[in-house]
Structures are given as C-alpha cells and as structure tokens.
C-alpha cells in the first residue's frame, strides 16, 4: 500500500490528500491499524487542539500504533507537536517520540498570536526534510505553540523566538508548518518526504 494519511478527530485531511493529488500521488485517509502498518509512507496532520487529539488517540489505540511506526512517518503542524512528549497546551502528555515539551508563544508587544502566514524556514541539518531547493524559503503557518529549538530540530523559523519549523528522529519527520498550503515549496517538500 502506497500513503497513508490517519484520520482522528484533529487531521486536516482533505488539503493533504489534495496536495498529494497534485503530485499525482493516491493515498488512503484511515484510521484502520493494519492499513495504517501495511502502508510505505504514513502521514500525521493536524489541526485543533492538543488535549481533545491525545485523548481520541488514546480512545482508539492510536497512539501505541503511531508510536509503533517502522515506515517513514511525517507529522504536520499539530502532528508535531503530538509527536513530542509534553504540550502546555490543556497540560497534555503526547506520544513521547520527540522528547520535547511544547510552548504557548510568549506576549510581545505587536506580535500576534497565532502565529498566521508566511515565513521562512532554515534548514539547520541535512538530515530532514527541507533540501537546499526549499532553504530559506517562505511556507504557512497557523499555530499558537511550537516546539524550542532543540537537538531534534532540522530546520527553524523566528517569530518571537527561534522555533522548530521542521524535526526528526529516526523514520519520524515532521513539519510545524503546513506544506500542504505552502505552495510549490510545500509540494517541493512533501515529495522529498514521498522519495525517502
């Protein structure tokens, strides 16, 4: 089976398979564990709030079989962040395979928060998903919590403080971005992922 994007209570779905689409990529978007396994590449987006996710993931076993993962596995905006250990965000415990604790953007004067548009990112290893084609270019953002700038971090973007705009551990990867609004950057991005 080729992609599989999971579907729980706080994916943003459709724009991702859309954006698959335009590469000419077909995924599946389940929450069925053994599709879930069989499939080459597993997609984790997101969109909500951190607490209400964790605690559907919980509800269906999603959480041990995200965890569980072999495959090449990319997290997306709130799917980032569920992937680290700890968000402040409803004083949630998340999967634990970053081991990262998520933040709420401090106040400063003029900033708003969310965080919502676009800025650049900067590739800080090799290692992720941003490739020198899409260094220092501009992607989307909409989030009210990010992930320090730690040794997980593969790529960062400022807005009131240096953040994780891109992680990875292993098969896991993610982006606290939205590639799949971001363009022919994003699409640039998601293909590299599809071509690990």
């Known amino acids: 089976m080729g992609v599989a994007i999971i579907k729980y209570n706080a994916g943003n779905n459709f724009s991702v398979l859309c954006s698959l689409r335009r590469l000419g990529v077909e995924a599946t ?17 997101g969109v909500g709030e951190a607490s209400s996710a964790m605690s ?10 995200i965890k569980s993962l072999q495959q090449p596995v990319l997290g997306i ?10 968000s402040m965000e409803g004083d949630t415990e998340c999967l634990g395979v970053f081991d990262a604790e998520v933040r709420r953007f401090p106040d400063f004067e ?3 928060i969310p965080h919502m548009g676009w800025n650049t990112v900067s590739s800080m290893s090799p290692n992720g998903v941003i490739t020198p084609e899409t260094d220092n270019s501009f992607v989307y953002y909409v989030h009210s919590y990010y992930v320090p700038v730690c040794d997980l971090t593969t790529a960062v973007t400022d807005y009131i403080v240096p953040f994780s705009a891109a992680m990875r551990k292993d098969n896991f990867y993610s982006t606290q971005f939205h590639p ?3 363009g022919d950057t994003g699409e640039a991005i998601i293909k590299t992922f599809l071509e690990l």
């Open 180 to 182: 799949e609004k971001s």
């Open 110 to 112: 003029g900033m708003k």
């Open 77 to 86: 905006c709130i799917g980032q962040q569920l992937l680290c250990r700890h």
């Open 56 to 65: 559907y993931l919980r509800a269906t076993g999603l959480d041990q079989l």
């Open 29 to 45: 978007v389940t929450d069925d564990a053994d599709k879930i396994r069989r499939a080459e590449k597993v997609i984790f987006p």
